[in-house]
């Protein structure tokens, strides 16, 4: 019994903690008024509120080298929200901001470039990426490293604005490595394996219909009578792609089976857009020779129309012979009868 009791004591103290919690976090000042001088990564910062009348006024000092460090620090100071402190907030600084940007672009660069390098292991480990590719990866990963140790030492150095610029293009540099090797930078930067294998059977699943929709477009080009033998056997390459896919998703290598699937379904999709423009080119021949034939039964009507002239032109130069004579004739009959 005192056991039950001790605990129904315990819920209720801490649903009255949280209670007590959300309370302060949604605390209002009004008339509030916050303003912030940072230098050298130190803020000093002044709250002003009204209280009763009063105009109560508050100092605090926090070490930070970023805005949003700064907001967050204020507003677990007031207990209110971030965007009460955000919309209260004015604020000088000098290039303290610039250098909590570098920190944190150097770092996500670093990230980066350490996916786009396991991605390359993984493209050495496996038989999905050419050797060219790889070397390729390799010398642009080089470039990579170069950029962002010199974007690290820009940042020690305080040249926050060259860290910056180079640290950007540091991340370039390692998105070509993911295009050169034809992988996804979310496989080795963001993904836990049970998302990986997600999308690996979502990939493959849109291969599968891909080849379907690519199947049925084919039966219907063969019914129009269009040349189909390249589209056959570009849909015999892309189900074989999505065999060696599911194979590899068959040994749990779900990175080289997303991105083989994806190839699977790039090809299928080329498909439709191939027949479609053999289609067309089948249009505009037949058009053309619908046309030539039009032009050649003209041009047969023109000459026909031509020799009907001419004959017309004979009968009359025909004729008016035939009527000189007879009037030749006449003119002769009347002389002799004088």
């Not at 130190?42 to 009348?53: K, R, W």
Request: glycine fraction near 2%.
């Amino acid at each position: 019994m005192t056991n039950i009791i001790t605990k129904s004591f315990l819920i209720v103290g801490a649903c009255l903690a949280m209670l007590f919690a959300m309370t302060l976090f949604v605390f209002a000042y009004d008339d509030l008024e916050i303003t912030a001088d940072v230098e050298d990564g130190v803020a000093e910062v002044t709250v002003e509120y009204e209280d009763d009348g009063d105009r109560i006024k508050e100092e605090y000092e926090y070490d930070v080298v970023r805005l949003e460090e700064l907001i967050e620090k204020i507003s677990n100071e007031l207990s209110v929200s971030e965007s009460a402190v955000e919309n209260a907030l004015e604020y000088t600084v000098d290039d303290s901001f610039e250098k909590g940007d570098a920190i944190d672009r150097v770092k996500e660069v670093e990230d980066i470039i350490e996916a786009a390098d396991e991605a390359i292991d993984h493209a050495r480990a496996n038989d999905d990426v050419s050797d060219d590719n790889i070397d390729v990866a390799l010398s642009t990963i080089t470039k990579a490293n170069k950029l962002i140790e010199d974007a690290d030492d820009a940042k020690d150095s305080e040249d926050y604005e060259a860290a910056l610029d180079l640290a950007k293009e540091a991340e370039e540099k390692a998105d070509e490595i993911f295009d050169i090797l034809g992988y996804d930078i979310d496989d080795f930067l963001d993904m836990t394996d049970e998302e990986r294998e997600e999308a690996a059977t979502d990939a493959i699943e849109d291969a599968k219909e891909a080849i379907k929709d690519a199947g049925e477009e084919i039966e219907e080009a063969d019914k129009k009578d269009i040349d189909t033998h390249q589209a056959d056997n570009d849909l015999d390459e892309a189900e074989d792609l999505l065999d060696e896919a599911e194979e590899e998703y068959s040994d749990e290598d779900f990175i080289s089976a997303k991105k083989i699937a994806k190839e699977s379904e790039e090809l299928a999709d080329s498909i439709e857009d191939s027949l479609e423009e053999l289609e067309d080119k089948m249009k505009e021949e037949e058009e053309k020779k619908e046309s030539e034939k039009e032009e050649e039964n003209k041009d047969k009507e023109d000459e026909e129309s031509e020799e009907e002239e001419e004959n017309e032109k004979a009968e009359k130069i025909e004729l008016q012979k035939k009527l000189i004579v007879l009037l030749q004739q006449l003119i002769s009959m009347l002389a002799s009868l004088r």
